[in-house]
């Protein structure tokens, strides 16, 4: 079993920035790859940005030159610096990972609960 804890989300007005934070724990022998996925109301869940183990970063076209994906310092984190934010911005932000529990298990997906990002004036 996998746990999040995500942060960071709100209210911001269109041009502004925020910036999530995600940490995995629990049952994570080895990672490779984490990130965001976003899903708006009536829409369906769509990656943001992913970076694979080692490098590999992934972006959304409708994101590109504006967010940045990071991995912490502390294991098992990643980040999501958004700028220039839009109103189609708007969504729930999910914080992504793909890991193995174990040395001989599959890889498996998994999602947070998620952080309300809202961008309106």
């Known amino acids: 079993q996998v746990r999040f804890v995500e942060s960071g989300g709100g209210l911001v007005q269109p041009g502004g920035s925020l910036r999530l934070s995600c940490a995995a724990s629990?049952?994570?022998?080895?990672?490779?790859?984490m990130g965001w996925y976003r899903q708006a109301p009536g829409k369906q869940r769509e990656l943001v940005a992913t970076?694979?183990?080692?490098?590999?970063?992934n972006y959304a076209d409708s994101v590109k030159g504006r967010f940045t994906v990071s991995r912490g310092n502390a294991k098992n984190t990643v980040n999501l610096q958004m700028n220039s934010l839009k109103p189609e911005d708007t969504a729930l932000y999910l914080c992504?990972?793909?890991?193995?529990?174990?040395?001989?298990?599959?890889?498996?997906?998994?999602w947070g609960q998620g952080t309300q990002v809202t961008v309106s004036s």
């Open positions: 970076i694979a183990t080692p490098g590999g970063i």
């Open positions: 992504y990972l793909r890991a193995q529990s174990g040395e001989f298990a599959p890889e498996r997906d998994s």
């Open positions: 629990g049952s994570i022998f080895s990672v490779a790859t």
